[in-house]
C-alpha cells in the first residue's frame, strides 16, 4: 500500500508541474509602455504584439498617467522612459513599485547615464539603452518576469567600472514632493501652475523652491533647469 501511495504521489507532483510549466508556457505577458515619444512607442508595440506571449495594455506619455493606467490595468510590466514629462521614470518607479509591489519596471534610457543607480534603487527590476536591440528588450522582459533582474551590457558595464564618466550620483536629500517641484520648474511651470498640478498653494511652491536651492547650491530658476536636465529629471 506505502509503494501504491508513493507512486500516486509522485504522478501528481508530475501533474502538478506539467500544468504549471504549460499555464507559464501559455502566459501573456501584459506590458505597459511609458515614452512621450510616439514614433518609438507605436514602433514597439508592433513589435511586441506581433508575439502571442506578449500583449501591450497601455501607451501612456506622461509620468503620472503611467500610474493611473497601472492602478487600473494591474499589468506585470511597465516599460518605462526615465525621462518621462509631468513626474520623471524614477518617481514614477518608486511609487509604482511602492503601491504595486508585484508590478516590475524595466527603465529605458537613451544612452548609459548618471543616474543608473537611481532608477534600480526606485525599484526598477532591468535597464537597457534605446540603441538595444529588440530582441534585447525580449530577453529582458523574459528574464524579469522570472522575478530576476537584468541589465543590458552597456549598462552592467558601467556599474562595474563606476568610472568618473559614469558616475552615478543619487540627487542628494531631496524628497518625492521636492523632486516634483523641481522638474516641474524645469519644464518651465510658474509657481501658480505647479500649485494647481500639485493641488498646494503658490506659496507651498516658493517654499519647496527656496528649499531645492538651499539644498543643491543653486541661486537660479535657470541653475535648477540644467541640474534637472543634467540628471535626467526632465524630458527636455
Excluded: W
Amino acid at each position: 500500500m506505502k509503494l501504491i501511495s508513493r507512486q500516486a504521489t509522485r504522478i501528481s507532483n508530475a501533474y502538478t508541474a506539467t500544468i504549471s510549466i504549460y499555464r507559464y508556457a501559455a502566459m501573456t505577458i501584459q506590458i505597459i509602455l511609458a515614452d512621450n515619444h510616439k514614433i518609438f512607442t507605436h514602433t514597439l508595440k508592433f513589435f511586441l504584439e506581433n508575439r502571442n506571449d506578449m500583449k501591450v495594455v497601455g501607451v501612456a506619455d506622461d509620468g503620472r498617467e503611467v500610474l493611473e493606467l497601472a492602478a487600473s490595468l494591474r499589468p506585470d510590466i511597465v516599460v518605462m522612459d526615465i525621462g518621462m514629462p509631468g513626474m520623471n521614470g524614477i518617481e514614477v518607479t518608486r511609487r509604482l513599485v511602492a503601491q504595486h509591489p508585484k508590478i516590475k519596471v524595466i527603465a529605458l534610457s537613451p544612452f548609459v547615464n548618471n543616474h543608473v543607480l537611481e532608477m534600480l534603487g526606485a525599484g526598477a527590476s532591468a535597464y537597457i539603452t534605446k540603441e538595444s536591440s529588440i530582441n534585447e528588450l525580449l530577453h529582458a522582459l523574459q528574464v524579469v518576469m522570472k522575478g530576476q533582474k537584468y541589465l543590458c551590457p552597456e549598462i552592467a558595464a558601467a556599474v562595474v567600472d563606476n568610472t568618473d564618466h559614469y558616475r552615478m550620483d543619487v540627487i542628494p536629500q531631496l524628497g518625492p514632493r521636492e523632486r516634483e517641484v523641481l522638474q516641474l520648474l524645469a519644464e518651465g511651470g510658474t509657481s501658480r501652475l505647479i500649485a494647481k498640478r500639485l493641488f498646494i498653494s503658490p506659496g507651498t511652491v516658493d517654499v519647496h523652491r527656496r528649499n531645492i536651492m538651499g539644498k543643491l547650491g543653486l541661486h537660479t530658476v535657470a541653475e535648477l533647469t540644467k541640474y534637472a536636465v543634467r540628471n535626467g529629471m526632465t524630458a527636455m
